[in-house]
Each structure stands twice: as C-alpha cells, then as structure tokens.
C-alpha cells in the first residue's frame, strides 16, 4: 500500500472516530490507536501520538457548535478542568511507581459496568423541580441546554463528588497516557446528574484541554509524525463536525446506548492491552 | 447572594467562543492540508513504514525547527506548524473563555479560567 492509498484508509476510520467521538464526549483515540497498531501495525508510541491529536481534533472540531448552541456548560467544564488536570500531572509523575497493566485491566472492568449503568434511563427532566444544590447554586452551575421543545434548565448536583471523580478521571490518563472522556461522561452523568447531552458536550469541550496539556511531551518525544498525524487530524476534524451537528437531532436514550456500546469497546481495548502488556 | 449572569450574557459570550474556537479549527486544517498536499505530491507513492518507532527528526519536535521546516517549504514541516495550531486551540478556548467571564463580571470564573490556563501552560512547558 503506498502512502497516498495508506493516508485515505486512515483519514476514512478517522472520520468515524471524529463522529462517534463528538457524539459520546469520548474523543476519537479509542478507534485511531486500534487502528493504526492492529490494521497497519504502527510502533504503539506512533499510534499514541496520532490518537492525541485525534483526541484535540474532535474536541476542537466539535466545540465550536456545541458552545455556540449552548449545549457546554463552561462553568461545569472549567470548574472541573482544574480537578482534571491537578489529576493529571500527579498521574504522570506516578507512572513509574504504580503497575500500569494492573490498573489498565480494572479500569477497563470498571467500564464494562459503567456501560451497563449508563444503559439505564433516567428522567432528565425530574432535576430541574429539586430543591438547588446549595454549592451548586453558589458557583451558578444551574444553566439550561437545547430541545426540541425549546431551552431546558437543568439543576447540578454532587459538585464535591464530581469534583473527586474528575480529578480520578485526571490521574488514570496521567498514568496510562489515555484520554479520560469516559469517567468525565459518567462523572458529570451519573453523579452530577446533569443532562446526557451536556455531559457529553461538555467532556467534550473539556478532553481537548487535558490532551493539549500533555501535547508538548509527546511532540517533544517525537511521538507525532507528520504522515500519520495529517489524515487523522482532517478525517477526525470532518467526523466531529458532522457529528456535531447530529447531536441537537439525537435521542437522548439512543446517544446513552451508543456511549454504552463504545465504552465497552474501550473497556475491551483496555483489558487486551492490559492483559499482553502493550499500550 | 450576588445576581448570576443573564441567559442574554451567557449566549453572547459563547457565540464569541464559538465563532474564536472555528476560526482557529479552520486555519489549522488549512496548513495542515496545504502541507499534506505537498506530502502527497512528493512521497505518495512510496510505501510508508511505520512499524519501528524511529521517532521524529529532531527540527518536527520543537517550536523553532517546526516552523523553519515549514517556511523551507517542507511538506512535513508544514503540517507539524499545522498540528501547533491545532493544539494551540483548546488553549485558546481557555482563554476566551477567561476573557468571556471577565466581560461578565464574573470573578470566580475569571480565577478559574486563568488557573486552568495556566496549569495548561505549565505542563505545555514541561
């Protein structure tokens, strides 16, 4: 396969990881890494690289819509940006202490269940009649998102919890050098209780940032090469925003069962690579 | 108990965000395919190898060599000053939103925004 044939196959499954990513908030590397290490057998530390662009492309590409559209809490997504990131420089400096395989393999079982609990309905609308969270309150969490039927307030709940969560969300992708958009999606869904779109709008405005913040040691690794980096950026660029414009449309239940069914790829992912050491 | 920011506030605010955040996205894919496309010209029929890590030369690693290569006119070079742009991006959206927030009035968020941005920048430094 020459480079021109090699770059189109890799900017096609980019532009599938681009459009599931911005849909789920789950960013695009969990599809560019397999690809580009099980398809084309790429050195991991190549695939890496490539996937954190892809991580910074769906963010990216997606972010513009979503803030426009009102969909991103910034102030949800800032305030635990901080918890993410604090988590994600100790996680780095902890790389050579903790067992990395381990802990790949129980966060990879932690996903498979988490799939199953995000399956489970919720009533969105319930959140918006509960009394305010006072801390909630207090840091004007409180905020409303798109439907169909016009603007929909919402009340945040759990900020300590979440908080925690985030930051644990921060060291787990310091540690394996993964993104977390899967805790920060359950963390925002499952324990603030914020509406699935916007915990999904959300970790996607916020996945961006933690990957740009651990760009600079991988480029200066020289983990990212322009060959293979230059179609997984456009493809995934394109795929984002095509999928970004999906999410206003989508069904809430249909967007949780895609989001369950791609997490328990990642957990899968992350129990092979765990198990045979690699990655 | 002070008076949070107006729904009208709120979605000026992200209409300047979002239309900062596209314009960046944009001009980062622009040199990124300026760059492929002179990639493709030159070596797209050759057979790429990436199953040995060698890593990058050292001038696509830094800052200074990235956009020497690029103003030389190399293909790689180009799409690596592509790739800066697009990681500059969510730097960036911190920023505005910093900016956004203090348009607002709002302090707290002022503070947050500037510390992320600049946790960001330390870990960006190395």
């Known amino acids: 396969m020459n480079t021109l044939a090699f770059s189109a196959t890799i900017a096609a499954a980019s532009f599938c990881a681009g459009f599931l990513g911005s849909l789920t908030g789950l960013g695009g590397g969990f599809i560019v890494t397999p690809v580009l290490t099980l398809v084309f057998a790429a050195d991991i530390r190549y695939a890496i690289g490539a996937s954190l662009i892809s991580i910074i492309a769906t963010s990216s590409g997606a972010a513009a819509a979503y803030v426009k559209e009102g969909f991103t809490n910034l102030r949800v997504g800032m305030l635990l940006e901080i918890a993410t990131v604090v988590g994600a420089l100790l996680g780095a400096s902890l790389v050579a202490v903790f067992p990395a395989r381990t802990i790949t393999v129980i966060f990879g079982l932690v996903l498979l269940v988490s799939a199953y609990l995000t399956t489970r309905p919720r009533a969105e609308h319930l959140t918006a009649a509960l009394p305010p969270d006072p801390l909630a309150g207090r840091l004007r969490l409180d905020s409303e998102y798109p439907t169909p039927d016009g603007p929909r307030r919402y009340r945040v709940r759990h900020v300590p919890g979440g908080f925690a969560l985030m930051w644990l969300a921060g060291v787990l992708s310091g540690l394996l050098g993964i993104g977390s958009g899967a805790v920060k999606v359950l963390a925002m869904d499952q324990v603030m209780y914020l509406p699935f779109k916007v915990s999904t709008a959300t970790s996607n405005f916020m996945i961006g940032v933690t990957a740009a913040a651990s760009a600079g040691v991988y480029l200066r690794h020289g983990y990212v090469d322009p060959g293979l980096a230059m179609p997984v950026m456009l493809g995934v660029l394109a795929g984002s925003m095509v999928g970004a414009r999906l999410l206003f449309k989508a069904q809430t239940a249909r967007l949780r069962l895609l989001f369950a069914g791609v997490i328990v790829l990642i957990g899968l992912e992350m129990i092979y690579h765990g198990a045979l050491g690699r990655g | ?126």
């Open chain 2, 1 to 126: 108990m002070t008076t949070g920011p107006t729904r009208e506030q709120d979605t000026r605010v992200q209409q300047a965000v979002g239309n900062l955040l596209r314009a960046g996205v944009l001009l980062a894919a622009l040199v990124v395919l300026a760059g492929g496309v002179l990639f493709l010209l030159r070596h797209g029929g050759s057979v790429p190898d990436y199953r040995v890590f060698r890593g990058e030369p050292m001038d696509l690693r830094g800052f200074t060599g990235i956009v020497r290569d690029a103003f030389a006119g190399s293909g790689r070079g180009i799409i690596q000053l592509g790739l800066l742009i697009l990681v500059a991006t969510p730097v960036a959206r911190v920023a505005f939103t910093a900016v956004a927030f203090a348009f607002e009035r709002d302090r707290t968020y002022v503070l947050v925004a500037l510390l992320v941005l600049s946790l960001l920048l330390k870990s960006l430094a190395g």
